[in-house]
Antibody, heavy 114, light 112 residues
Framework: QVQLAQSGTEVKKPGASVKISCQAS????????MHWVRQAPGQGFEWMGV????????TYAQKFQGRVTITRDTSTRTLYVELSSLTSEDTAMYYC???????WGQGTLVTVSS | DIVMTQSPLSVSVTLGQPASFSCRSS???????????LNWFHQRPGQSPRRLIY???NRDSGVPDRFSGSGSGTDFTLKISGVEANDVGVYYC?????????FGQGTKLEIK
């Protein structure tokens, strides 16, 4: 069965960067686009960006341009997102999701606090 | 960006009774391939969202037929024919017609 297993909780100080991983299993990872979506506490969902199956093309939400990098490693079936210049407004649950947002990871909580 | 608007923000339903959720998009979600790229998700507290419906009216694997999706290019409805206790949580609509994918703000379902 399709599974997306994300890395654990992160606590960062303002101005720092965070890198979260998402390891896929149960399907051919290299055939699918992959997305990152976040959800601030008590809020709705915010799409951050997407990477193509080959890993050479990304599209980011305008809000995160210049601050987010999505990468993938086909050999380990792992997706990554790195977000820099963190502020308290980046405190959220971060989810990876497959292609047509059919399968989601369990989420990684990122807390930004001084 | 396509704006997704849901109503109401919350609904309280008696067990066994029907429930209905509305969603509206700022642009048509009908693609050139004829499909309508509208999804419905259910999220319980502390859990990841689970997709229930894709392409307007297709149920995901394992989703009971109590759930049904319908609508036109910009107006959409999710219906539960008879609410059960484990249906509580927040229901979100989302469009995947194009990037950026966008989501409604959610409708919270409670049991009366």
């Amino acid at each position: 069965q399709v599974q997306l297993a994300q890395s654990g909780t992160e606590v960062k100080k303002p101005g720092a960067s965070v890198k979260i991983s998402c390891q896929a299993s149960g399907y051919t990872f290299s055939n699918y686009y992959m997305h990152w979506v976040r959800q601030a506490p008590g809020q709705g969902f915010e799409w951050m960006g997407v990477i193509n199956p080959g890993g050479y093309s990304t599209t980011y939400a305008q809000k995160f341009q210049g601050r987010v990098t999505i990468t993938r490693d086909t050999s380990t079936r792992t997706l990554y997102v790195e977000l820099s210049s963190l502020t308290s407004e980046d405190t959220a649950m971060y989810y990876c999701a497959r292609d047509n947002i059919d399968y989601w990871g369990q989420g990684t909580l990122v807390t930004v606090s001084s | 960006d396509i704006v997704m608007t849901q109503s109401p923000l919350s609904v309280s339903v008696t067990l066994g009774q029907p429930a209905s959720f509305s969603c509206r998009s700022s642009q048509s979600l009908v693609s050139s391939d004829g499909n309508t790229y509208l999804n419905w998700f259910h999220q319980r507290p502390g859990q990841s969202p689970r997709r229930l419906i894709y392409k307007l009216s297709n149920r995901d694997s394992g989703v009971p037929d109590r759930f049904s999706g319908s609508g036109s290019g910009t107006d959409f409805t999710l219906k539960i024919s008879g609410v059960e206790a484990n249906d509580v949580g927040v229901y979100y609509c989302a469009q995947d017609k194009g990037w950026p994918y966008t989501f409604g703000q959610g409708t919270k379902l409670e049991i009366k």
